[in-house]
């Protein structure tokens, strides 16, 4: 199984140098690297709520929003020289905190529909989702793959996750919605969509387990140098 991310390290890169403009923007305007990021959590929560309510298009948008700004909050610390590690402490957490939000609104609003299979699926993708992050930042801690390398490892990255769940619940919203028959176009598709990230957040999942358990270590059971 390959290691490779549907997002390159180039593409990152050069996403990360056409948004430093509007990351100088903020900065100028006030915006504090920490600021945007509970500003991102803030609008993820409404995405969830919108979500929970059963606005699926709206909640698609302002989700997406919302992850957004886990690009700006970081691009603002580097663009200013603010890179810190409670920064960086506030970022992963209340990045992982708003996409949690955002599936709980979608079990709570699926549930609601009478679509429980579209639940089930939801809370799966969330399980997932959350091992991607948990196998990075446990892998991190014992030395595997610091800085940004582990984040090139895996098929479903936040970004991939984002896109893909964004487009779920547009979709899902202009389709007329979500119901408890899920041959129902709406219902299909937000179905697909989450079902999608968890196949592929699970597959992520092993590749990064599979890239740490493949180095080398000590007989302590710390990576060797």
């Known amino acids: 199984m390959g290691r490779g991310s549907l997002v390159t390290p180039e593409q990152r890169s050069a996403f990360r140098a056409r948004i430093e403009p ?3 923007a903020m900065s100028r305007a006030g915006l504090t690297p920490n600021m945007l990021t509970l500003i991102g ?17 709206l909640a698609g948008i302002v989700a ?8 700006f909050d970081g691009a603002v610390a580097r663009a200013t020289g603010q890179v810190t590690r409670v920064g960086a402490f506030m970022d992963s957490t209340f990045d992982r905190w708003g996409e949690g939000v955002v599936y709980v609104g979608i079990v709570v609003g699926a549930t609601s529909a009478g679509f429980d299979l579209g639940a089930w699926i939801a809370a799966a993708a969330l399980v997932s989702a959350f091992m991607v992050s948990y196998v990075r930042s446990k892998s991190e801690s014992l030395g595997f793959s610091s800085g940004t390398g582990m984040a090139a490892i895996g098929l479903a990255p936040r970004e991939v996750r984002t896109v893909i769940l964004g487009l779920g619940l547009v979709g899902a919203g202009l389709l007329g919605g979500v119901s408890p028959d899920l041959l129902d176009a709406g219902s299909l598709l937000l179905a697909a969509s989450l079902a999608l990230i968890t196949l592929l957040a699970t597959i992520t999942v092993i590749q990064r387990i599979r890239h740490v358990i493949s180095q080398p270590t000590d007989h302590e059971g710390s990576p060797s140098a």
Do not use: C, R
């Open 64 to 71: 997406t929003a919302g992850a957004a700004f886990d690009l």
């Open 41 to 57: 959590f803030g609008i993820a929560a409404v995405g969830g709520l919108l979500a929970a309510v059963e606005w699926w298009f």
């Open 22 to 24: 509007m990351a100088l």
